[in-house]
Protein backbone atom coordinates (compact mmCIF):
# COMPACT_ATOMS: atom_id res chain seq x y z
CA UNK A 1 0.00 0.00 0.00
CA UNK A 2 1.85 3.34 -1.21
CA UNK A 3 1.64 6.28 0.80
CA UNK A 4 0.35 10.01 0.21
CA UNK A 5 3.39 11.10 -1.63
CA UNK A 6 3.24 7.33 -3.49
CA UNK A 7 6.10 5.72 -1.64
CA UNK A 8 6.25 2.69 -0.37
CA UNK A 9 6.62 2.02 3.25
CA UNK A 10 10.37 1.22 3.26
CA UNK A 11 10.90 3.56 0.42
CA UNK A 12 13.16 7.09 1.60
CA UNK A 13 11.97 10.95 0.19
CA UNK A 14 13.85 11.89 -2.96
CA UNK A 15 17.27 12.93 -1.31
CA UNK A 16 19.98 15.08 -2.93
CA UNK A 17 23.60 16.86 -1.48
CA UNK A 18 24.32 19.99 -3.38
CA UNK A 19 28.27 20.67 -2.14
CA UNK A 20 30.01 23.87 -2.61
CA UNK A 21 26.40 25.54 -1.84
CA UNK A 22 28.15 28.35 -0.45
CA UNK A 23 32.26 29.59 -1.35
CA UNK A 24 33.14 31.06 2.01
CA UNK A 25 32.94 27.83 4.52
CA UNK A 26 35.12 24.91 4.10
CA UNK A 27 32.66 22.81 3.64
CA UNK A 28 29.07 23.84 1.99
CA UNK A 29 26.59 21.32 1.33
CA UNK A 30 22.28 21.82 0.62
CA UNK A 31 20.60 19.01 1.33
CA UNK A 32 17.42 18.06 0.23
CA UNK A 33 15.12 15.52 1.63
CA UNK A 34 11.24 15.33 -0.10
CA UNK A 35 10.34 18.92 0.66
CA UNK A 36 12.83 19.37 4.11
CA UNK A 37 15.88 21.35 3.09
CA UNK A 38 18.78 22.36 5.20
CA UNK A 39 21.75 24.30 4.28
CA UNK A 40 25.08 22.95 6.18
CA UNK A 41 28.43 24.31 6.67
CA UNK A 42 31.26 23.07 8.48
CA UNK A 43 34.02 26.11 8.99
CA UNK A 44 37.72 25.68 10.28
CA UNK A 45 38.94 27.73 12.88
CA UNK A 46 42.18 27.81 14.88
CA UNK A 47 41.95 26.69 18.10
CA UNK A 48 39.99 24.50 20.75
CA UNK A 49 37.89 25.07 23.70
CA UNK A 50 40.66 25.61 26.50
CA UNK A 51 39.44 22.05 28.25
CA UNK A 52 40.88 20.63 25.20
CA UNK A 53 43.99 22.30 24.62
CA UNK A 54 47.20 20.44 25.30
CA UNK A 55 45.19 17.02 24.58
CA UNK A 56 46.29 16.71 20.89
CA UNK A 57 43.36 16.67 19.76
CA UNK A 58 41.13 19.12 17.65
CA UNK A 59 37.09 19.70 18.84
CA UNK A 60 33.60 19.36 16.62
CA UNK A 61 30.46 21.23 18.16
CA UNK A 62 27.38 21.93 16.15
CA UNK A 63 24.65 24.64 15.83
CA UNK A 64 21.46 23.79 14.70
CA UNK A 65 18.82 26.56 13.96
CA UNK A 66 15.22 27.01 11.55
CA UNK A 67 15.06 30.03 9.82
CA UNK A 68 11.51 31.79 9.88
CA UNK A 69 10.63 31.18 6.71
CA UNK A 70 11.31 27.46 7.10
CA UNK A 71 7.31 26.77 8.13
CA UNK A 72 4.67 28.12 7.48
CA UNK A 73 3.39 31.49 9.58
CA UNK A 74 7.23 32.13 10.45
CA UNK A 75 9.09 30.88 13.34
CA UNK A 76 10.41 34.21 15.19
CA UNK A 77 14.43 34.19 15.18
CA UNK A 78 16.28 32.83 18.22
CA UNK A 79 17.99 35.91 19.58
CA UNK A 80 17.56 36.10 23.30
CA UNK A 81 16.47 32.84 24.08
CA UNK A 82 17.29 29.62 22.31
CA UNK A 83 14.46 27.49 21.53
CA UNK A 84 14.89 24.18 23.91
CA UNK A 85 14.16 22.17 20.65
CA UNK A 86 17.10 23.64 18.83
CA UNK A 87 19.44 23.27 21.66
CA UNK A 88 18.31 19.79 21.96
CA UNK A 89 18.82 18.64 18.12
CA UNK A 90 22.31 20.70 17.81
CA UNK A 91 23.33 18.39 20.80
CA UNK A 92 22.22 15.17 19.11
CA UNK A 93 23.89 16.34 15.79
CA UNK A 94 27.20 17.26 17.32
CA UNK A 95 27.46 13.82 19.65
CA UNK A 96 26.55 12.12 16.03
CA UNK A 97 29.42 13.82 14.11
CA UNK A 98 32.05 13.32 17.13
CA UNK A 99 31.49 9.65 15.70
CA UNK A 100 32.70 9.99 12.66
CA UNK A 101 35.87 11.37 12.77
CA UNK A 102 39.43 10.97 15.20
CA UNK A 103 40.06 14.24 16.10
CA UNK A 104 44.08 13.31 16.57
CA UNK A 105 43.93 13.94 13.20
CA UNK A 106 43.48 18.07 13.31
CA UNK A 107 45.04 18.73 16.57
CA UNK A 108 44.07 22.02 17.96
CA UNK A 109 41.95 22.90 14.89
CA UNK A 110 37.83 23.40 15.60
CA UNK A 111 35.16 22.33 13.10
CA UNK A 112 32.48 24.05 13.16
CA UNK A 113 28.96 22.34 12.16
CA UNK A 114 25.73 25.04 11.55
CA UNK A 115 22.85 23.48 10.29
CA UNK A 116 20.10 25.82 9.82
CA UNK A 117 16.82 24.73 8.23
CA UNK A 118 15.06 26.55 5.15
CA UNK A 119 12.41 24.87 5.09
CA UNK A 120 10.77 22.02 7.03
CA UNK A 121 8.88 19.30 5.95
CA UNK A 122 10.22 16.33 8.75
CA UNK A 123 12.97 15.07 9.50
CA UNK A 124 15.29 18.63 9.47
CA UNK A 125 17.21 16.70 12.10
CA UNK A 126 18.39 13.70 10.52
CA UNK A 127 18.57 15.67 7.09
CA UNK A 128 20.95 17.84 9.14
CA UNK A 129 23.39 15.55 10.40
CA UNK A 130 22.95 13.49 6.89
CA UNK A 131 24.40 17.17 5.23
CA UNK A 132 26.81 17.67 7.79
CA UNK A 133 28.80 14.52 7.38
CA UNK A 134 29.07 15.50 3.98
CA UNK A 135 29.77 18.94 4.89
CA UNK A 136 32.71 17.41 7.08
CA UNK A 137 34.10 15.47 4.68
CA UNK A 138 34.68 18.59 2.57
CA UNK A 139 36.14 20.67 4.77
CA UNK A 140 38.47 17.84 6.07
CA UNK A 141 39.72 17.66 2.29
CA UNK A 142 40.73 21.10 2.18
CA UNK A 143 42.20 20.85 5.90
CA UNK A 144 44.37 17.93 4.18
CA UNK A 145 45.38 20.44 1.11
CA UNK A 146 46.63 23.28 3.58
CA UNK A 147 48.67 20.60 5.10
CA UNK A 148 46.93 21.07 8.75
CA UNK A 149 45.76 17.13 8.77
CA UNK A 150 48.72 14.44 10.85
CA UNK A 151 46.23 11.81 9.68
CA UNK A 152 42.96 11.11 7.89
CA UNK A 153 40.15 11.82 10.71
CA UNK A 154 37.36 10.24 9.04
CA UNK A 155 37.24 6.96 10.32
CA UNK A 156 33.16 6.41 9.91
CA UNK A 157 30.07 7.48 7.57
CA UNK A 158 27.22 8.53 9.51
CA UNK A 159 23.43 8.82 8.19
CA UNK A 160 20.37 9.44 10.28
CA UNK A 161 16.80 8.67 9.49
CA UNK A 162 13.12 8.74 10.34
CA UNK A 163 11.19 5.67 11.05
CA UNK A 164 7.39 5.55 12.47
CA UNK A 165 4.57 3.65 13.24
CA UNK A 166 1.47 5.16 11.45
CA UNK A 167 -1.88 3.70 10.78
CA UNK A 168 -0.73 -0.18 11.73
CA UNK A 169 2.74 0.23 9.44
CA UNK A 170 6.32 0.49 9.77
CA UNK A 171 7.14 4.11 7.63
CA UNK A 172 10.22 5.12 6.64
CA UNK A 173 11.88 8.61 6.15
CA UNK A 174 8.54 10.16 7.64
CA UNK A 175 7.65 13.16 5.90
CA UNK A 176 5.28 15.92 8.12
CA UNK A 177 2.42 14.70 7.55
CA UNK A 178 3.10 11.16 8.55
CA UNK A 179 4.62 12.38 11.68
CA UNK A 180 2.11 14.29 12.96
CA UNK A 181 -0.32 11.48 13.48
CA UNK A 182 2.59 8.44 14.07
CA UNK A 183 1.60 5.96 17.04
CA UNK A 184 5.81 5.78 17.47
CA UNK A 185 8.30 7.89 16.06
CA UNK A 186 11.75 7.38 16.17
CA UNK A 187 15.11 8.67 14.76
CA UNK A 188 18.11 6.37 14.13
CA UNK A 189 21.99 7.38 13.64
CA UNK A 190 24.02 4.73 12.32
CA UNK A 191 27.42 4.28 10.62
CA UNK A 192 28.24 2.64 7.85
CA UNK A 193 28.95 -0.84 9.12
CA UNK A 194 25.11 -0.72 10.66
CA UNK A 195 26.87 0.40 14.23
CA UNK A 196 23.85 2.73 16.34
CA UNK A 197 25.40 5.74 17.04
CA UNK A 198 21.83 7.03 18.82
CA UNK A 199 18.09 5.91 18.83
CA UNK A 200 15.64 8.23 19.30
CA UNK A 201 12.01 6.29 19.99
CA UNK A 202 9.17 7.76 21.47
CA UNK A 203 5.71 6.19 21.93
CA UNK A 204 2.97 9.16 21.03
CA UNK A 205 0.05 7.45 22.84
CA UNK A 206 -0.06 3.91 23.46
CA UNK A 207 3.17 2.12 25.06
CA UNK A 208 4.48 -0.19 21.86
CA UNK A 209 5.74 -3.18 22.16
CA UNK A 210 9.70 -4.68 21.82
CA UNK A 211 8.91 -6.24 18.57
CA UNK A 212 7.80 -2.95 16.89
CA UNK A 213 10.77 -1.53 17.91
CA UNK A 214 12.79 -3.98 16.39
CA UNK A 215 11.27 -4.02 12.99
CA UNK A 216 11.43 -0.06 12.68
CA UNK A 217 15.09 -0.16 13.87
CA UNK A 218 15.59 -3.02 11.16
CA UNK A 219 13.82 -0.65 8.79
CA UNK A 220 15.92 2.37 9.40
CA UNK A 221 19.37 0.76 9.28
CA UNK A 222 18.00 0.02 5.51
CA UNK A 223 17.49 3.40 5.47
CA UNK A 224 20.48 4.84 6.50
CA UNK A 225 22.73 2.11 4.36
CA UNK A 226 20.92 3.53 1.55
CA UNK A 227 21.77 7.41 2.35
CA UNK A 228 25.13 6.72 3.07
CA UNK A 229 25.58 5.05 -0.20
CA UNK A 230 24.31 8.00 -1.53
CA UNK A 231 26.71 10.28 -0.07
CA UNK A 232 29.52 7.64 -1.44
CA UNK A 233 28.09 8.13 -4.45
CA UNK A 234 28.43 12.14 -4.16
CA UNK A 235 31.54 11.90 -3.41
CA UNK A 236 32.87 9.67 -5.80
CA UNK A 237 30.53 8.41 -8.16
CA UNK A 238 33.18 5.62 -9.83
CA UNK A 239 34.46 3.85 -6.56
CA UNK A 240 30.48 3.68 -5.91
CA UNK A 241 29.66 1.96 -8.48
CA UNK A 242 32.86 -0.42 -8.45
Same mark, same amino acid.
Not at 38 to 50: D, E, I, W
Not at 93 to 109: E, Q, T
Given at each position: ?? /?????????????????????????????????????????????????????????????????????????????????? /?????????? /????????????????????????????????????????AIHDALKVLDTRG??????????????????????????????????????????????????????????????????? /????????????????????????????
Open positions: MS /RNDGRSPDQLRPLSFQREFTSTAEGSVLVSAGNTRVLCTASVTNGVPSWRRESGKGWLTAEYAMLPGSVVGRKRREYQRRDG /RSIEIQRLIG /RSLRAAVDMRGFPNVTINLDCDVLQADGGTRCASICGAMMKLVSWPLRNWIAGVSVGHVDGRELLDLDYSEDSIADVDMNVIATDGGALVEVQGTAEGEPFARDVHD /RLLDLAIGGTNEIIAAMRAAVDPVQATS
